[in-house]
């Protein structure tokens, strides 16, 4: 579970703007530093509402002739936070003094899918890689679709930023695929964990509860956003003999990139042109030099105009879908094993041009005719997902 922290302040500008124009400015994040983009912040009776942007940010400008009065309820006006997948909250203001100072607000998600089977477990936090190692407590979280007599594979999600293993397309592609979908939350694991064999008596107690055996030894899919991407590396660095693929969404940094043995299965790292992650940290440019020094199995998709959080969840996790459904077809033979991954049987893709911006349509090609630098270029399993890459990447942002 995590909690949203909502900063605020009003300021009231003197010379440029009278007495009676106000500007209610703030950011909203969640605690893990995740910054959230299309959360609705409504101000009533005023009935003025905005959104925050890519970066979490927002602005709320408006005038008053006259301070607000107050209500029966002893309250001159609220303000109402809203976000899909979690609760909202109505603030009560009672005097025109709640403006002068910051504000804090802590929303809850809403609760996990009941069809979800699942237990909370005690995991020692100072195993994991990166951000809080204070809480104790582990939640795993499963999902098997009825008509699965035997699972091929399973995607674990670390349930950090906009990990879920209860969206529609996720469990429509379990179905399709005969896949199980596990969940992993808290601090001891949803960022990474620095040996993953310390999760197997857990995944064992999944097994049992599902009825599904084969989930201790099947293959294995990875995803994380944000920070999460430290768990999404954690299973190739350490099962890169049983790792299908390895998704990072919009990484908050590079190093997790370059775990030993990532480089051995493929991967699709996802970057926001405009999410400061990603100008403080340049993932395009480590993902060129894997594929440069240890000829790595890895592509970027660059969202061009998009932020730390997702521009439409939906057309994300198609997109994601279609990567992790290629790599399956890629390597995974019938009897579970792994094929090895042959650079030169794949397809490439031309560098983003991050100085250029916004969407663009780069030139895919089989490995053998690719034109450009073969060294750097994306790299696919596909000819099919080469053209879904092309084809999301040029597309335009959901307003």
Not at 30 to 47: M, R
Not at 101 to 120: I, Q, W
Not at 221 to 241: I, K, L, Y
Request: with cysteine; aromatic share 10%; hydrophobic share 40%.
């Amino acid at each position: 579970m995590y909690k949203f922290l909502l900063l605020c302040s009003l300021l009231m500008t003197q010379g440029i703007l009278s007495a009676e124009d106000y500007i209610l400015s703030g950011k909203i994040m969640d605690t893990d530093d995740n910054w959230l983009n299309e959360a609705k912040v409504t101000l009533s009776p005023l009935k003025i509402e905005t959104y925050s942007n890519a970066n979490g940010e927002f602005t709320l400008k408006f005038s008053l002739d006259k301070p607000l009065a107050s209500k029966k309820r002893n309250f001159i006006a609220s303000l109402k936070i809203e976000r899909a997948g979690h609760v909202a909250q109505s603030i009560r203001i009672r005097s025109m003094s709640f403006f002068a100072k910051p504000l804090e607000v802590k929303l809850s998600p809403e609760a996990v899918d009941s069809s979800l089977l699942g237990f909370r477990t005690d995991m020692d936090p100072t195993n994991s890689i990166i951000g809080k190692r204070t809480g104790r407590e582990a939640d795993f979280y499963i999902y098997i679709p009825e008509s699965v007599k035997k699972i091929r594979a399973a995607l674990y999600i670390s349930m950090h930023g906009m990990g879920d293993i209860s969206k529609p397309i996720l469990k429509q592609f379990a179905e399709d695929e005969q896949l199980a979908l596990v969940g992993m939350n808290g601090d001891p694991i949803k960022r990474g964990i620095n040996n993953v064999e310390l999760i197997n008596e857990h995944i064992e107690k999944l097994a049992e509860l599902s009825g599904h055996p084969e989930l201790t030894t099947a293959p294995i899919m990875t995803f994380g956003h944000s920070n999460g991407t430290g768990f999404a590396a954690s299973f190739p660095r350490d099962w890169h003999q049983r790792t299908i693929a390895w998704v990072a969404f919009h990484p908050g940094y590079s190093g997790y990139l370059q775990f030993p043995n990532t480089e051995k299965v493929p991967s699709m790292v996802m970057c926001g042109t405009i999410d400061k992650y990603l100008l403080n940290a340049r993932q395009d440019e480590t993902v060129a030099q894997m594929r440069k020094e240890k000829n790595a199995a890895m592509n970027v998709m660059m969202e061009g105009g998009v932020g730390h959080g997702p521009a439409d969840q939906d057309a994300t996790w198609i997109f994601i879908r279609d990567f992790l459904k290629a790599a399956m077809d890629f390597r995974l033979n019938e009897d579970g094993t792994l094929k090895p991954v042959v650079i030169e049987q794949g397809w490439l893709g031309a560098r983003y041009d991050l100085e250029k911006g916004g969407r663009q349509d780069l030139i895919i090609a089989p490995y053998a005719d690719f034109k450009g630098d073969k060294s750097t270029a994306n790299w696919f399993p596909s000819e099919s997902f080469a053209k879904a890459w092309q084809t999301y990447g040029k597309r335009e942002v959901k307003k």
